[in-house]
């Protein structure tokens, strides 16, 4: 009868920690776009001639609409708590074979704004399922705030996961960009592999 008991105490306990682990989820393709068109002109590459501080002109909408549409919402998440979003979001990444690039973010939206954003990670390229496998990982880990920099490139060995962060370029929060103590940033090496 104790094994019993035990047994049930244990189930229950695993069933309990199954259910409360957050999981991402597809979401359908208008929201995916709804979502997109809130942090294109974050995650996306600049256009020629804007900066940081003029991609938000009505005269880039254009290039943002087509820069839209190289992206995907892989995976979604809302915590109900906080009302924190978390995406998993990927584009096309420049190679001889058919490859992609992830990016984590945790992000907040008031209405209609964005009042927080942060790009948690910026995974290598892969190719799609290698990438599906580990950005998934990373996403599920990011949701649940357990430390990620056992996969920073630093730290991972031979093993690609996790581009960026790394020791000399890091996500600013205020700004809402990568910038880098290197002279050549996330977004100079994407605007240049790109073109």
């Known amino acids: 009868m104790r094994l019993t008991a035990f ?7 695993l ?9 991402g989820e597809k ?9 997109l068109e809130k942090i294109i002109r974050y995650t996306g590459r600049l256009p020629e001639k804007a900066t940081h501080q003029t991609k938000f002109d009505t005269a880039y909408d254009a290039f943002y609409a087509e820069e839209m549409r190289r992206y995907r919402v892989d995976l979604y998440y809302r915590d ?34 964005v009042t927080y954003y942060r790009e948690v990670f910026r995974t290598w390229k892969m190719p799609e399922p290698e990438l599906a496998k580990k ?11 357990e430390d990620l920099s056992p996969y920073y490139p630093q730290n991972s060995g031979e093993e690609e996961y ?26 100079k090496l994407r605007e240049v592999y790109q073109q």
């Open 162 to 187: 996790i581009e960026f962060p790394d020791p000399y370029t890091q996500f600013d929060v205020e700004k809402r960009q990568w910038v880098s103590s290197r002279e050549i940033t996330p977004e």
């Open 80 to 113: 109900e708590k906080t009302g924190d979003i978390y995406l998993l979001v990927s584009r096309p990444a420049p190679s001889l074979t058919v490859k992609r690039v992830a990016t984590g973010i945790q992000m907040h939206l008031e209405g209609d704004s």
């Open 15 to 23: 069933l309990w920690a199954c259910q409360s682990s957050p999981k």
């Open 27 to 35: 979401p359908g393709p208008d929201a995916a776009h709804r979502l």
């Open 135 to 145: 950005a998934t990982m990373l996403f599920e880990k990011m949701v649940r705030g």
């Open 7 to 13: 047994s049930a105490s244990f189930i229950a306990v």
